[in-house]
Nanobody, 120 residues
Framework: AQLVESGGGLVQPGGSLRLSCAAS????????MGWYRQAPGKQRELVAT???????NYANSVNGRFTISRDNAKNTVYLQMSSLKPEDTAAYYC???????????????WGQGTQVTVSS
């Protein structure tokens, strides 16, 4: 299985951006999908996650500004980001707990990352 992100870019403060992440390969099931981010010189941190049943979890710093959603039929997770701030600048990574076909347990997969830069 693999995760491929798209949708990053440069946006002005106060603007919006939508990230997408599609899981592909021989997948039997996906439990949690979500987003983390890592700014230069900082540790990777949770942004938002969503379980297969729709339960969500957000970092305090993005709560109310970012919205995570999923299309389980397409094995895709989205992150709608609004009211962006310069401190949101980071590489954003998609993650998923995936049960690959033929496997006996879930494995956490990561995407390659997509850069989001918030600057005027």
């Amino acid at each position: 299985a693999q995760l491929v992100e798209s949708g990053g870019g440069l946006v002005q403060p106060g603007g919006s951006l939508r990230l997408s992440c599609a899981a592909s390969g021989s997948i039997s099931s996906i439990y949690t999908m979500g987003w983390y981010r890592q700014a230069p010189g900082k540790q990777r941190e949770l942004v938002a996650t969503m379980s297969s049943s729709g339960r969500t979890n957000y970092a305090n710093s993005v709560n109310g500004r970012f919205t995570i959603s999923r299309d389980n039929a397409k094995n895709t997770v989205y992150l709608q980001m609004s009211s962006l701030k310069p401190e949101d600048t980071a590489a954003y990574y998609c993650t998923g707990n995936i049960l690959a076909a033929g496997s006996t347990g879930f494995t956490t997969y990561w995407g390659q990352g997509t850069q989001v830069t918030v600057s005027s």
